[in-house]
């Protein structure tokens, strides 16, 4: 009867161990909690060197998915508290390049969480094909970008208006803490 009681606190304690190390949605293997400042010195013991600070953003240099990109991590108003992180990989000045890019990371995005949501289109008087595509993307009249759900956020991989592949992570549970926050400022404002 003890070996059984003893049996079920560990597994209990495992169990619980297990959902809370998975509250919080990682990027690179950091779970996106806490403040900015705390988890841009995470990212800095991972080689990744501070560029800017400004009130909650702090920008940074450094590797994710194979390359050298920029990295752009987004507190909340009042407390700082990280609940987004972007990555915009180099630069590209061809759309087939761009494309070919977006869809390698696109099936191993896939791989891990899924198909996710994609909207892939061009816009009037634009279309795949008529050699204005990158005139298209910086016009925001081309849209790529994938959605992947997961039980603690969303991961977005999109090409960018900036010509770039862009990777945002955002935390299920500090998004809605940045939605408190807003509100409150917006309340004591108005």
């Known amino acids: 009867m003890k070996s059984l ?3 079920l606190i560990i597994l209990f304690s495992v169990s619980t161990f297990s959902l809370y190390s998975q509250e919080h949605i990682t990027f690179k293997g950091i779970p996106l909690k806490g403040t900015i400042n705390s988890f841009a010195q995470e990212l800095v013991k991972k080689g990744c ?3 800017e600070s400004k009130g909650n953003l702090i920008i940074l240099k450094g590797e994710f998915v194979n390359e050298t990109c920029e990295i752009i991590l987004v507190g909340s108003k009042k407390t700082n508290t990280i609940w987004k992180v972007v990555a ?3 630069e590209q000045t061809s759309w087939y ?3 070919s890019d977006y ?3 696109k099936k191993q995005f896939q791989q891990k969480y899924g198909d996710g949501e994609s909207y892939e289109f061009f816009s009037d008087p634009y ?4 050699g204005y595509e990158m005139q298209a993307l910086r016009l925001e009249k081309c849209t ?3 959605y992947f759900k997961t039980e603690t956020g ?3 991989l999109e090409i960018s208006k900036f010509q770039q592949i862009s990777i945002s992570y955002e935390d299920k549970i500090n998004v809605e803490l940045k939605r408190k926050e807003s509100d409150e400022i917006i309340n004591d404002e108005i």
Do not use: F, Q, R, V
């Not at 279309?127 to 008529?130: H, V």
């Open 49 to 51: 060197t501070i560029k």
């Open 97 to 99: 390049s761009i494309k």
């Open 127 to 130: 279309y795949e094909g008529d």
């Open 5 to 7: 009681k003893l049996l």
């Open 144 to 146: 790529y970008a994938t």
């Open 103 to 105: 869809n390698i990371l």
């Open 88 to 90: 915009y990989l180099p």
């Open 154 to 156: 969303t991961i977005s």
